[in-house]
């Protein structure tokens, strides 16, 4: 059983920077690829970023290359979510997810835990 807390979301306007975390529980945080994805209201749940259990592989939505970074550090249980050049589009629930599988990593029926999600907003 994995246990994911998100924090660091907020209010921010146009063009502003969040970093997203990710705590899990457990010892087994390093046998598990990460993934952040992002709900808003209407829409359907959709993929942001994704990364390999060691961290050397990543994987991003187009709508957000280059803007965001996904990172984390297996020692502190926590996987990050660096979002830049916000915009009022990628104003949504972002949510942590962690899955066994070797990937793909964009299904989110493939994750198996959940987190309970963090509000951005990103006024214009």
């Known amino acids: 059983q994995v246990q994911l807390v998100e924090s660091g979301g907020g209010l921010v306007q146009a063009g502003g920077s969040l970093r997203l975390s990710c705590a899990a529980s457990?010892?087994?945080?390093?046998?598990?690829?990460m993934g952040w994805f992002r709900q808003s209201p209407g829409k359907e749940r959709e993929f942001v970023a994704a990364?390999?259990?060691?961290?050397?592989?990543?994987y991003y939505a187009d709508s957000v290359k280059v803007r965001f970074t996904i990172s984390r550090d297996n020692a502190k249980n926590t996987v990050y979510l660096q979002m830049n050049s916000l915009k009022p589009e990628d104003t949504a629930v972002y949510y942590c997810?962690?899955?066994?599988?070797?990937?793909?990593?964009?299904?989110?029926?493939?994750?198996?835990?959940w987190g309970q999600g963090t509000q951005v907003t990103v006024s214009s």
């Open positions: 457990g010892r087994t945080f390093s046998t598990y690829a």
């Open positions: 997810a962690a899955v066994r599988s070797p990937g793909p990593f964009y299904r989110d029926r493939d994750y198996d835990y």
């Open positions: 990364i390999g259990r060691r961290g050397s592989s990543t």
